[in-house]
């Protein structure tokens, strides 16, 4: 698939399943870290979940976020849950995280865009590759209790959990959203010297 098809045609897929190798994660990683990031501090880490482990940890982080939740019987019951299936909704999960550097803002926030360009070539690879991709942050991404359950100490912050899969026989991805440029560019032309 060439780069520009790939960009035009990649979505966010719902459910998605499979039998996704380890070789081929690591592949797809190998082609994600070949985004550009300045100073080459290579700040980012990816933590593969697969197999029973999602499960585990789904249950896991289910009973960490309804500690702090309200909701009692049958109602926390259901919510700990619709929790613990987010796991498995791909057989493979990739929590991408950045190490920040306290102190250092500029720094900071490069490392964290390098990380993102790793993020669109990893999805951008997969679906080149025929896999199917959901880049997802929501309470986990924000929650120092999942980063706690995955061992990231408190200076790696969460990017974004991807989902990874084939895509369901004869599912095609949605169709591009309309987008438009016309607010988005703007061409710089220098005053004119008196």
């Known amino acids: 698939m060439e780069t520009t098809t790939a960009i035009r045609t ?33 700040p980012w880490q990816f933590t593969v979940i697969t197999g029973p482990a999602r499960e585990s940890l789904g249950w896991r982080w289910a009973d960490a976020i309804a500690s702090a939740s309200s909701l009692t019987g049958e109602a926390l019951d259901a919510y700990k849950t619709a929790e613990a299936r987010k796991f498995l909704r791909a057989p493979v999960l990739v929590v991408v995280s950045v190490a920040t550097t306290p102190g250092d803002e500029v720094r900071s926030v490069e490392d964290m865009a390098a990380t993102a360009a790793a993020i669109q070539n990893l ?48 599912k095609e991805p949605p169709p591009a959203p309309a987008r438009t440029k016309s607010g988005a560019v703007r061409w710089y032309h220098p005053p004119r010297e008196a």
């Not at 986990?140 to 084939?166: C, N, S, T, W």
């Open 10 to 42: 990649r979505r966010s897929m719902g459910r998605l399943g499979g039998d996704v190798s380890d070789d081929t994660v690591t592949a797809l990683i190998d082609l994600a870290v070949m985004a550009p990031n300045h100073r080459m501090t290579e």
């Open 123 to 170: 999805l951008l690879a997969a679906w080149a590759g025929g896999l199917g991709t959901r880049w997802r942050t929501g309470a986990m991404a924000y929650h120092p209790a999942f980063r706690k359950l995955l061992g990231l100490d408190e200076a790696q912050r969460i990017l974004g959990v991807i989902y990874l899969g084939y895509p369901e026989l004869g």
